[in-house]
């Protein structure tokens, strides 16, 4: 099981990129005119990537509240 460092490390990460994705769409519409028609997969794919950076972070602060509910109960050892 990772320690509280570590799944907060990982939640950062994920969202960082997730943010660095949407930064190079909104790029990609910018240089383009607003026209995203000119490269439909880089939204399909950057949607994509989106959301499965989000479903991580969930997943990290899901883990994170739990150890946190766990260390709460054992009076406050974080494993």
């Known amino acids: 099981m990772r320690n509280s460092f570590d799944l907060i ?24 005119d607003g026209d995203f028609s000119l490269n439909p997969y880089i939204i399909e794919n950057a949607i994509t ?8 972070a ?7 509240g739990e150890l ?3 260390t709460k109960n054992q009076g406050g050892k974080d494993e």
């Open 49 to 56: 990537n989106i959301q499965s950076l989000i479903l991580n």
């Open 68 to 70: 946190l509910m766990n």
């Open 58 to 64: 969930k997943q990290d602060g899901n883990e994170l």
């Open 9 to 32: 490390n990982s939640f950062n990460t994920n969202l960082a990129q997730a943010e660095s994705v949407l930064m190079l769409l909104f790029v990609n519409f910018s240089e383009n």
